[in-house]
């Protein structure tokens, strides 16, 4: 998690509420916060940070995956391939995500992108805004959007027929900021 995050993050247990989190940091790397503690103050609600994810939600403060169908990497990879599709030149992909990107305004200030899933349109959004905030309740789509973020590239197995699968790579494109995005999991709602 980027540590210029630290300013903009409240409790969520304490909505409407705006309460500040301290970081209790165990491990960070330049900016990023790989492994802490964010605590609430007033409420004591503890947020772990993981491998560089914070992990916001207002309803138990280890976070357990609600829905394991969007843990699983059948599920993770389909929507790699419906995000990113477009970019690995797969002609059944489609480039929705591209022509929507394309609509957007540069505008100051931070995007939010509420259920980013895999996170296509937060790349989006931090060329068009000051930085962007991809957030969603799957903690293997934030992994993978995040690992897409901090490495440049990521690869995946993507199903093609019953057992047989074939090995794709996403790169970030040239266009997009990944120094102006970041992705948490939490529940949006």
Request: proline share 5%.
């Amino acid at each position: 998690m980027k540590e210029m995050l630290i300013d903009l993050i409240i409790c969520p247990a304490c909505l409407p509420r705006e309460e500040d989190l301290t970081l209790h940091s165990f491990e960070q790397e330049g900016g990023e916060i790989l492994d802490g503690e964010l605590r609430c103050g007033i409420c004591k609600a503890r947020y772990p940070i993981k491998n560089g994810i914070a992990f916001l939600s207002p309803r138990r403060s280890e976070y357990r995956p609600q829905s394991l169908v969007y843990e699983n990497p059948f599920t993770i990879s389909s929507y790699l391939w419906s995000h990113y599709g477009d970019i690995f030149d797969d002609p059944e992909a489609s480039c929705a995500y591209a022509k929507w990107a394309a609509l957007l305004e540069k505008s100051a200030g931070i995007s939010f992108d509420t259920g980013c899933a895999a996170g296509r349109m937060t790349f989006e959004m931090g060329c068009k805004s000051d930085f962007a905030i991809g957030i969603d309740n799957s903690t293997g789509l934030i992994q993978a959007a995040r690992n897409l973020m901090t490495e440049g590239r990521l690869e995946f197995s993507q199903p093609i027929e019953g057992r047989l699968m074939a090995r794709r790579t996403i790169e970030c494109l040239k266009t997009w900021k990944p120094e102006n995005v970041e992705f948490i999991v939490g529940d949006a709602l």
